[in-house]
């Protein structure tokens, strides 16, 4: 694995490059986009493994930051969605560029994979592959909002005053008491997200978009999906309706994104790299 | 202010990055600052916290290597049978001895958050090039203010008084039912039992001995007493930051449990007691981030 910084010097991107290793080389690149902010955070060794299961299938791997994300350049308030897609554009001409690849898949988990199914017809994409799907950005957003809102008031956590403990609790009878939190309004779990940037994800419809798509990837279209959500089966039709050739996975651990007990606990992958390895056709 | 990947140490199997300060800012003798895992979490820190601090202490002069311990993030596992505790001695050695022959630097600070805290400890305590430390939510022991500031309030506590009564409820209720837990043969609660309970290492589990991060032994209060003094005597400078998270109710409770005059001089102690363990609001993280940058520049930099 070489780990290394890459595109505008004044603003580089991370990347870990991952040749085959193991199985006899493949003449196709994969891709991996990872989630973003916490999810980012917690996912990390699950995408590590992930990218060393499709290297010792035979790929060539390249995982790396967004701009504002983990090891690249830039301040988290300076993110932004259409600087992401630029990203994943520019990882992908570098992965073809290193690997002297023909052929390139793109992998996305959570937001990552939304980001993917938006870059599939540009990058000319052979097969995508959806790990628990961001599907709505505005639902999206609305997750981590509901979280937030009870990490502030959640006692195992923050050490409340006598005084807090009170307010909290009579905060539901008389709202006045509620006050101002000490949580700025850019700021879900953590990490801001600001105002361009919370427009930009809530104009996210991955139903709409795949709809609208000139034409799906030439080979497959993977979910692996570690939950049940009713949008999951929203995206499984949209997707068959504009002509995806799609296959459903089930994950073996559950991703538990929507809960707040999990935001620090790191997602184990569980049997995702090796059906993803398989579903790529690097199962040997 | 530029930022460039590494792998360095035996075999080439930890990785890091290192935020270097633009030339014009640098400064022979300053230290280089190294900033370690807390907990699972990769190089980037919680919150992204590493990354935000790296870049602040780079644009202040200091060059620093976040890195993963091995096991953790990208770095691969030590080969041999240490043990948590003696592996993140010689990675912080390592990332030493890779700061020095690279950037030619001799003198060191590590940094960390909890497990973090404690492996920046016992790096200062085993290397005499560390010359100062910063522990977030490190060893921390209770005293007798410290249980009159715990325990008082709680007397009026909402969340308190409903915990109790919930827990006796919940315990009459076994008692009657006889489905009060035990673990096998110990005569305590199968929770505690669990938690002691090895994790095995595998390849698809962070930290090749995980468990050991979480279920490390708090070492006797002299025991830390003693090796702050060793460290004050080599003159090493030390900030402790503490938040409510582990036991810590007042700043002054420092120095009821570490009150040697020589430990004394050489620390200095930062109480954030409406901060979580992890700063997870941004407002904490920006108080933090600037409390040890102020902390850097008094002691080690352009003041």
Same mark, same amino acid.
């Given at each position: 694995?070489?780990?290394?910084?890459?595109?505008?010097?004044?603003?580089?991107?991370?990347?870990?490059?991952?040749?085959?290793?193991?199985?006899?080389?493949?003449?196709h690149?994969?891709?991996?986009?990872?989630?973003?902010?916490?999810?980012?955070?917690?996912?990390?060794?699950?995408?590590?493994?992930?990218?060393?299961?499709?290297?010792?299938?035979?790929?060539?791997?390249?995982?790396?930051?967004?701009?504002?994300?983990?090891?690249?350049?830039?301040?988290?308030?300076?993110?932004?969605?259409?600087?992401?897609?630029?990203?994943?554009?520019?990882?992908?001409?570098?992965?073809?560029?290193?690997?002297?690849?023909?052929t390139?898949?793109?992998?996305?988990?959570?937001?990552?994979?939304?980001?993917?199914?938006?870059?599939?017809?540009?990058?000319?994409?052979?097969?995508?592959?959806?790990?628990?799907?961001?599907?709505?950005?505005?639902?999206?957003?609305?997750?981590?909002?509901?979280?937030?809102?009870?990490?502030?008031?959640?006692?195992?956590?923050?050490?409340?005053?006598?005084?807090?403990?009170?307010?909290l609790?009579?905060?539901?009878?008389?709202?006045?008491?509620?006050?101002?939190?000490?949580?700025?309004?850019?700021?879900?779990?953590?990490?801001?997200?600001?105002?361009?940037?919370?427009?930009?994800?809530?104009?996210?419809?991955?139903?709409?978009?795949?709809?609208?798509?000139?034409?799906?990837?030439?080979?497959?279209?993977v979910?692996?999906?570690?939950?049940?959500?009713?949008?999951?089966?929203?995206l499984?039709?949209?997707?068959?309706?504009?002509?995806?050739?799609?296959?459903?996975?089930?994950?073996?651990?559950?991703?538990?994104?929507?809960?707040?007990?999990?935001?620090?606990?790191?997602l184990?992958?569980?049997?995702?790299?090796?059906?993803v390895?398989?579903?790529?056709?690097?199962?040997? | 202010?530029?930022? $460039? =990947?590494? *792998?360095? !140490?035996?075999?080439?199997?930890?990785? &890091?990055? #290192?935020s270097?300060?633009? %030339?014009? @800012? /640098? $400064? =022979?003798? *300053?230290? !280089?600052?190294?900033?370690?895992?807390? &907990?699972? #979490?990769?190089?980037?820190? %919680?919150? @992204? /916290?590493?990354v935000?601090?790296?870049?602040?202490?780079?644009?202040?002069?200091?060059? #620093?290597?976040?890195?993963?311990?091995?096991? /953790?993030?990208?770095?691969?596992?030590?080969?041999?049978?240490?043990?948590?505790?003696?592996?993140?001695?010689?990675?912080?050695?390592?990332?030493?001895?890779?700061?020095?022959?690279?950037?030619?630097?001799?003198?060191?600070?590590?940094?960390?958050?909890?497990?973090?805290a404690?492996?920046?400890?016992?790096?200062?305590?085993?290397?005499?090039r560390?010359?100062?430390?910063?522990?977030?939510?490190?060893?921390?022991?209770?005293?007798?203010?410290?249980?009159?500031?715990?325990?008082?309030?709680?007397?009026?506590?909402?969340?308190?008084?409903?915990?109790?009564?919930?827990?006796?409820?919940?315990?009459?209720?076994?008692?009657?039912?006889?489905?009060?837990?035990?673990?096998?043969?110990?005569?305590?609660?199968?929770?505690?039992?669990?938690?002691?309970?090895?994790?095995?290492?595998?390849?698809?589990?962070?930290?090749?001995?995980?468990?050991?991060?979480?279920?490390?032994?708090w070492?006797?209060?002299?025991?830390?007493?003693?090796?702050?003094?060793?460290?004050?005597?080599?003159?090493?400078?030390?900030?402790?930051?503490?938040?409510a998270?582990?036991?810590?109710?007042?700043?002054?409770q420092?120095?009821?449990?570490?009150?040697?005059?020589?430990?004394?001089?050489?620390?200095?102690?930062?109480?954030?007691?409406?901060?979580?363990?992890?700063?997870?609001?941004?407002?904490?993280?920006?108080?933090?981030?600037?409390?040890?940058?102020?902390?850097?520049?008094?002691?080690?930099?352009d003041?």
């Amino acid at each position: 694995m070489t780990p290394y910084y890459f595109g505008d010097s004044k603003s580089p991107l991370f990347g870990c490059y991952l040749p085959p290793a193991g199985a006899a080389a493949r003449d196709h690149g994969v891709l991996v986009c990872s989630p973003i902010a916490q999810e980012y955070v917690r996912t990390h060794w699950a995408v590590r493994q992930l990218a060393s299961a499709l290297s010792r299938a035979g790929f060539h791997v390249c995982r790396f930051d967004y701009s504002a994300v983990g090891d690249s350049a830039l301040s988290t308030s300076e993110a932004t969605v259409a600087r992401w897609r630029e990203d994943v554009e520019l990882a992908a001409e570098e992965l073809r560029d290193n690997a002297g690849v023909r052929t390139l898949s793109l992998v996305g988990l959570r937001f990552g994979a939304a980001l993917a199914v938006g870059a599939v017809t540009r990058l000319r994409a052979r097969d995508v592959v959806l790990w628990d799907p961001v599907v709505s950005g505005q639902r999206y957003l609305d997750e981590l909002g509901g979280m937030h809102a009870s990490l502030l008031k959640d006692p195992r956590r923050f050490a409340f005053s006598l005084g807090d403990e009170y307010r909290l609790r009579l905060a539901p009878l008389l709202p006045s008491l509620a006050g101002p939190t000490r949580s700025g309004s850019d700021e879900l779990l953590g990490f801001a997200f600001p105002r361009l940037l919370r427009r930009e994800i809530a104009a996210l419809d991955l139903p709409r978009a795949a709809a609208a798509a000139a034409r799906p990837p030439p080979g497959r279209t993977v979910m692996v999906l570690s939950e049940e959500r009713e949008e999951y089966r929203e995206l499984e039709q949209a997707l068959r309706g504009a002509g995806h050739r799609l296959d459903v996975m089930r994950a073996s651990t559950r991703g538990r994104w929507g809960e707040l007990d999990e935001i620090e606990n790191a997602l184990l992958p569980g049997d995702v790299p090796r059906l993803v390895a398989g579903a790529l056709g690097g199962a040997r | 202010m530029t930022e $460039r =990947a590494y *792998t360095f !140490g035996a075999g080439k199997a930890l990785v &890091g990055v #290192v935020s270097q300060p633009e %030339p014009s @800012r /640098l $400064r =022979a003798g *300053t230290p !280089g600052v190294i900033l370690l895992n807390a &907990g699972l #979490v990769h190089r980037v820190g %919680p919150y @992204r /916290l590493h990354v935000d601090l790296a870049r602040r202490l780079a644009e202040h002069g200091f060059l #620093v290597v976040r890195f993963d311990q091995s096991a /953790l993030g990208d770095s691969e596992p030590r080969q041999g049978r240490a043990t948590y505790e003696e592996r993140a001695v010689l990675d912080v050695g390592e990332a030493m001895d890779f700061l020095a022959d690279k950037y030619k630097l001799s003198r060191f600070v590590p940094m960390g958050i909890c497990s973090g805290a404690m492996n920046s400890h016992r790096a200062a305590v085993a290397d005499a090039r560390v010359c100062g430390a910063v522990l977030i939510d490190g060893y921390s022991y209770r005293t007798v203010p410290s249980a009159m500031r715990h325990y008082a309030p709680k007397l009026l506590s909402p969340a308190a008084i409903e915990g109790t009564l919930r827990r006796r409820l919940t315990d009459l209720r076994q008692v009657m039912r006889g489905t009060a837990p035990r673990a096998l043969g110990s005569g305590e609660p199968a929770s505690a039992a669990r938690s002691r309970a090895p994790v095995s290492a595998t390849e698809e589990q962070p930290g090749a001995d995980a468990g050991a991060i979480f279920e490390q032994d708090w070492p006797p209060q002299a025991t830390i007493a003693a090796e702050l003094r060793q460290l004050a005597d080599r003159g090493a400078e030390m900030l402790f930051v503490y938040t409510a998270a582990e036991g810590f109710n007042h700043a002054d409770q420092f120095a009821e449990m570490f009150p040697d005059p020589v430990v004394q001089a050489r620390a200095e102690v930062e109480y954030f007691p409406k901060a979580d363990h992890t700063f997870t609001l941004l407002g904490d993280r920006r108080a933090l981030i600037e409390r040890i940058e102020r902390w850097m520049r008094a002691h080690f930099g352009d003041k």
